[in-house]
């Protein structure tokens, strides 16, 4: 009965390398396990960088902003202040000037840039017609007024120009 347990038994090489397959099973499933937590981890911070870029991708424009932001403040509270006569008036017109030009210089250093149209050949990708008038001082189809001026961001058009076009002038009768 010994020799039909022998027969059942693996011989002790089989033994060591069954258990050696084993082990390394193991040691292969915890380093899938690792590998695994390490890419949920990296996507957890993956997301969680795209969603402070999302969040903060103004910031540098805001802290350029807010100079202009107070300017404008300063200047709401010296046209309403007591003793506003025309030398105030003059000087509210000069800082509200200069708070303009801070704002488009703070604009442009993002890649912000104003669309030219007045004297311009109406362009449909950059200009929106708002009116045509006739004008026969003007080529047909030429900026005549600039109602709201247009931008764009690095080529990209973020508002259209909203412009007034002269038209030829109809003739009556012809």
């Known amino acids: 009965m010994t020799e039909s347990m022998n027969d059942t038994m ?14 390394e099973n193991a040691s292969l499933q915890d380093r899938l396990m690792r590998a695994l937590a390490e890419t949920e981890n990296v996507r957890r911070r993956g997301e969680r960088g795209i969603e402070d870029a999302r969040k903060f991708a103004v910031q540098d424009l805001a802290r350029e902003l807010l100079p202009v932001a107070d300017n404008l403040h300063r200047a709401i ?19 509200v000037g200069a708070t303009e030009r801070m704002l488009t210089s703070a604009l442009e250093r ?34 005549i007024d600039v109602m709201e001026e247009g931008f764009t961001l690095h080529d990209r058009l973020l508002r259209p120009a909203r412009v007034v076009v002269a038209r030829v002038r109809s003739r009556v009768g012809a």
């Open 10 to 23: 693996p011989p002790d090489g089989e033994v060591a390398d069954l258990a050696a397959l084993q082990a």
């Open 77 to 95: 509270a010296a046209a309403t202040g007591a003793g506003a006569g025309p030398a105030a008036h003059a000087s509210l017109l000069e800082g």
């Open 110 to 143: 993002f890649g912000v840039r104003r669309i030219p149209a007045l004297g311009t050949r109406f362009d449909p990708k950059a200009h929106e017609a708002m009116q045509e008038v006739e004008d026969a001082t003007q080529a047909p189809g030429t900026v």
